[in-house]
């Protein structure tokens, strides 16, 4: 069982920055693939960004060229920069972590708000 706690998240200004932070711990795979989802109110979760243990990166068309993942597979954490934040991109934001073989495992989700 893995266990990951999110940290970051808050309230921003649209087009202002912000980043989450992911901590995995328990029986962590050297094979696995982490990465945030979001979920909008009324909305299905969805996927941001994934990186794999190699550091493939995959974004959704929506955060590419502002939305930035990365981990440290010494340290178990994946994080997410968020620039230039749009309202549409408010959301609770979740860290997943999904092994090669296993069951995945979900963060309990970070509030982001964008104001105008």
């Known amino acids: 069982q893995v266990h990951l706690v999110e940290s970051g998240g808050g309230l921003v200004q649209a087009g202002g920055s912000l980043g989450l932070s992911c901590a995995a711990s328990?029986?962590?795979?050297?094979?696995?693939?982490m990465g945030w989802y979001r979920q909008a109110p009324g909305n299905q979760r969805e996927l941001v960004a994934t990186?794999?243990?190699?550091?493939?990166?995959n974004y959704a068309n929506s955060v590419k060229g502002r939305f930035t993942i990365s981990r440290d597979n010494a340290k178990n954490t994946v994080d997410l920069q968020m620039n230039s934040l749009k309202l549409e991109d408010t959301a609770v934001y979740y860290c997943?972590?999904?092994?090669?073989?296993?069951?995945?495992?979900w963060g309990q989700g970070t509030q982001v708000t964008v104001s105008s």
């Open positions: 997943n972590y999904r092994p090669w073989a296993g069951p995945s495992s």
């Open positions: 328990g029986t962590i795979s050297s094979i696995a693939t």
């Open positions: 990186i794999t243990s190699g550091g493939i990166t």
